[in-house]
């Protein structure tokens, strides 16, 4: 299918009209959220953010019908049923709208009473170098570099407030997974917001960047699964190498490049 080369007028006024209804809304710069580490814990609503009128969760009218767990271990599968709206677009035609269909998916989700997960980059501000895992991954049957990271887990990692602990989590897993602990911490995100993992994942990723923390001599023990090598003295060219020639997993490459880009903002590169 030949690609567009420019907006067709007609189209150019209906996106004009949405506009004016609310239907589109226009982008705009969000600021950049990322700061130190605190208490406080915001709602999501954005209400000087024209991309967010009513908060991050847009409104739709997707239904929920029926979840099922098919599978539970570690984690496990839910066979989720919903019902989709019905769509003004030129590929679902009325006969398709006329008919109440459902919609099956298999969703993965977390097994420990949260939805989060965190993964957290570690930085040397003398040597001006990163310290990184790399580790064996199932999913792909390869050993890959990444951060440390793990999931948020109601058994261990206990806090008042959800964000408090979510940094309690990250806390625990840079301790486990690269021996590290203390350090000046920030949150990647905006204040009080997770990414959702993927589209069929129940799982939201906090993302942190810890500066100068410091080496624990008898750290907390890797999980039974976890066979962990720790890199020290990556340089930041090197990880975009890694990025680049597909020797990090997605989210540990999304996490470096969120920690690179605060470094920067802060003069640390």
């Known amino acids: 299918m030949k690609r567009w080369r420019g907006f067709h ?41 024209p991309l967010y009128p009513t908060g991050r969760d847009r409104p739709h009218t997707y239904r929920i019908i029926s979840d099922k767990i098919v599978y539970s271990g570690w984690r496990r599968v839910i066979r989720r049923t919903v019902s989709p709206p019905k769509h003004v677009h030129p590929h679902h035609y009325d006969d398709y709208n006329s008919k109440n269909h459902l919609i099956d998916f298999d969703i993965i989700d977390q097994n420990h009473g949260t939805n989060g997960a965190v993964i957290i980059f570690a930085w040397n501000s003398t040597s001006k170098t990163a310290t990184i895992v790399r580790e064996y991954m199932p999913g792909c049957h390869r050993v890959l ?35 590290l602990a203390g350090g000046m911490w920030y949150r990647l995100t905006e204040e009080g917001i997770s990414v959702p993992m993927d589209k069929y994942v129940v799982t939201e990723i906090t993302p942190y960047l810890v500066i100068d923390p410091h080496h624990v001599p008898n750290p907390r023990p890797l999980d039974d699964e976890e066979d ?14 890694m990025i680049r020639e ?24």
């Not at 948020?152 to 021996?179: M, Y």
């Not at 962990?228 to 190498?241: D, H, K, R, V």
């Not at 597909?246 to 590169?269: C, F, H, P, Q, S």
């Open 9 to 49: 007028p007609f189209i150019i006024i209906i996106c004009h009209l949405l506009s004016i209804f609310g239907v589109i809304y226009p982008a705009a710069a969000s600021s950049n959220g990322s700061d130190r580490i605190t208490p406080r814990h915001q709602s999501n609503a954005s209400p000087t953010n």
């Open 228 to 241: 962990i090598e720790i890199l020290t003295g990556i340089s930041p060219a090197e990880i975009m190498q």
């Open 246 to 269: 597909g020797d990090m997993n997605l989210v540990g490459g999304w996490g470096a490049l969120l920690a690179l880009a605060k470094l920067r903002e802060l003069g640390e590169i």
């Open 145 to 179: 570099g990444g951060l440390a990271a793990g999931l948020v887990e109601d058994e261990k990692h206990t806090s008042e407030g959800n964000g408090e602990r979510t940094l309690v989590a990250a806390q625990c897993e840079l301790e486990e997974e690269c021996h």
